[in-house]
């Protein structure tokens, strides 16, 4: 039987956005079961004293580059966001009050390609319903959703919990206890999925 991969991510990170869609090819090739965990980035920086990768200029130079090759190579669209970085706070709730709902996946692709195929300011609340309708979710129940203290108190607790395993960054996969951060080591992520 394969082993689960528990991916932590946010939405704001265009490496996750990569390794979203890269997981679903390894959920198919192996029959491990993808267990998203939506965290709040900008709050496991916060505690642990790191900082978005593009912030020193030559890297984030380079990383651009380099997802191009990899969104190249998996055939996937990716539009380096004008407006980032964007607050993702609201979206992150969004996705935590999903979190065992079935609309979790339709509603992270939307917001995900609002993000990283659109390049749209999804910081902005009116982009962000616009995208949500477009969509086709209802977009006033999940800007609710995400006022709820549920959501909120969930989201708090994947961001506390991903910095008590040793979290630093987004993606992160967890595979039988592993850690694997990035979205350039998902093919470590598969082997240890296949158990």
Do not use: Y
């Not at 679903?24 to 978005?52: D, H, M, Y």
């Amino acid at each position: 039987m394969a082993n689960a991969i528990e991916f932590l991510f946010d939405v704001g990170s265009p490496t996750a956005f990569l390794a979203w869609h890269r997981l679903k090819g390894i959920a198919a090739r192996t029959g491990a079961e993808v267990q998203p965990v939506p965290i709040l980035l900008g709050g496991v920086f916060k505690a642990t004293g790191g900082s978005p990768p593009g912030t020193v200029a030559a890297k984030g130079r380079w990383m651009n580059e380099d997802m191009q090759r990899w969104a190249a190579r998996d055939g996937v669209t990716l539009a380096m966001n004008p407006n980032f970085p964007v607050n993702t706070l609201v979206m992150m709730r969004i996705l935590a009050g999903l979190q065992d709902d079935a609309r979790f996946a339709a509603v992270a692709d939307t917001l995900f390609a609002g993000m990283w195929q659109q390049a749209r300011a999804m910081g902005d609340a009116e982009v962000l319903a616009a995208t949500l309708a477009e969509g086709g979710h209802d977009a006033a129940a999940l800007l609710a959703l995400a006022q709820s203290p549920e959501a909120k108190a969930r989201l708090i607790a994947n961001t506390e919990s991903a910095v008590a395993r040793g979290v630093f960054g987004a993606p992160t996969c967890f595979v039988a206890g592993q850690m694997h951060f990035g979205q350039d080591r998902l093919d470590w992520v598969e082997a240890a999925a296949r158990g």
